[in-house]
């Protein structure tokens, strides 16, 4: 049976907000979930601190933007619906100064790339494990490939739920993918297919406990994350920075590099680091909002637009 009893959350945002354009920036903790007509955006998800799945759909009508929620095996209770608020505050960077980041960028280079993308915003992760195995995937690899595979992991393995206009499905656990690890052929994951078995055996057997890369220094939990397979310094830094929100962790992948050195040197090639560090020194606590923008922008020049 559908789900048809929903429970709406209204929601404020700090700023401007293009919840489709934050969605399907291409950058992001999580695949861009399927929607409907009216743009309403679903995900499954877990309350924090509970192994309560509800579906979630959100969506924006003008500056507003606003949740509904549904457990389709129960009720959501009054306090659960308290934190789902607050978490998906986070999920969607609400909170997030973007107006502040705009004055104070507004003589900068990266000013270019703020035109059309007002609202903007970083997201984070709603599962760890779920924003780890997508990082994985985006090395050398299309945002919409990696997304479609990661949408296909779901459908294999996830908890199926019905709406009025198709199926949604959660990630799966990592002890439910290893032990249905001969299903990947299907999701055709390349070589990051091993990547993503191995890693995910190691969070089964509590090898690696995602969530403790939170409370440590930056530069200390990257060094940690690569010692993972398949995990090197740009996919460390998309797990610290849409999975934990830790803002000085800049990806910096090809599109990056050939940002930074359009707009700061000239078009001089500069190596991946230097223009890692470069983005750190010059935008400081705003790094890994600065790379969102000039990723989405990079990639704009490319398609022919700006």
């Not at 990547?195 to 509590?206: D, H």
Request: aromatic content about 10%; hydrophobic content about 35%.
């Amino acid at each position: 049976m559908a789900i048809s009893r929903w429970i709406p959350v209204n929601l404020t945002t700090r700023g401007p907000i293009d919840l489709k354009k934050t969605i399907e920036s291409g950058h992001s903790s999580f695949p861009i979930p399927v929607s409907d007509k009216l743009e309403k955006h679903y995900f499954v998800i877990q309350i924090p601190e509970s192994r309560k799945k509800i579906v979630c759909r959100i969506g924006q009508k003008k500056s507003k933007i606003f949740a509904e929620l549904s457990d389709p095996t129960g009720d959501i209770t009054e306090n659960e619906v308290k934190v789902m608020r607050k978490f998906l505050r986070k999920i969607f960077g609400l909170d997030i100064n973007l107006q502040q980041f705009y004055q104070e960028f507004a003589g900068d280079p990266l000013a270019k790339a703020f035109p059309g993308r007002e609202g903007l915003r970083l997201t984070q992760a709603h599962d760890l494990y779920e924003s780890l195995i997508c990082s994985i995937m985006t090395q050398n690899n299309s945002v919409w490939k990696f997304n479609a595979q990661i949408r296909k992991i779901k459908e294999l393995m996830g908890d199926k739920f019905r709406t009025d206009h198709f199926m949604v499905y959660s990630f799966p656990e990592p002890k439910t993918l290893v032990r249905n690890k001969h299903l990947l052929k299907d999701a055709k994951l390349g070589y990051r297919e091993e990547y993503i078995i191995t890693t995910s055996t190691e969070i089964a057997n509590l090898q690696v406990r995602l969530e403790k890369f939170a409370s440590i220094p930056t530069d200390e939990a990257k060094k940690e994350l690569m010692k993972l397979r398949g995990i090197g310094p740009k996919v460390a830094d998309m797990f610290l920075l849409y999975g934990l929100g830790k803002i000085d962790a800049p990806p910096t992948d090809i599109w990056i590099q050939r940002g930074v050195c359009k707009l700061f040197f000239r078009g001089r090639e500069k190596s991946l680091e230097e223009c890692r560090e470069k983005m750190l020194n010059h935008y400081g606590k705003w790094a890994g909002l600065a790379q969102l923008y000039l990723f989405d922008y990079m990639r704009s020049l490319q398609n022919g637009k700006k």
